[in-house]
Nanobody, 124 residues
């Protein structure tokens, strides 16, 4: 089992930026596809960004493409999500996620482990 701990959520005005970070432990980090998911009230959890085990492939949902950037640091065993040009519709709980078998385009069904989540609120 992988343990994932997120940090960096908060409240920001529309158009602003936030960076989320996640530290992984419990399994060799280099084996894991890492991802960020989010869940807004009354909506299903969705994956917004994924990155392959070697960092060579990334995938983004259409709703965040061009605004969010996912990256990973193998030495620090961390994955980050840089979020720019934030919109009120980005408001959600954001979850760090990992998968042993899936690639960067992982879906929620492919995820093995989820973090506890961090709240991101964007106001207009």
């Amino acid at each position: 089992q992988v343990q994932l701990v997120e940090s960096g959520g908060g409240v920001v005005q529309a158009g602003g930026s936030l960076t989320l970070s996640c530290t992984a432990s419990g399994r060799p980090f280099g084996l894991l596809t890492m991802a960020w998911g989010r869940q807004a009230p009354g909506k299903e959890r969705e994956i917004v960004a994924g990155i392959s085990w070697d960092g060579g492939t990334t995938h983004y949902s259409d709703s965040v493409k061009g605004r969010f950037t996912i990256s990973r640091d193998g030495d620090k065993k961390t994955v980050s999500l840089q979020m720019n040009s934030l919109k009120p519709e980005d408001t959600a709980i954001y979850y760090c996620a990992s998968s042993l078998l899936s690639g960067a385009s992982a879906t929620p069904r492919d995820i093995d482990s989820w973090g506890q989540g961090t709240q991101v609120t964007v106001y207009s």
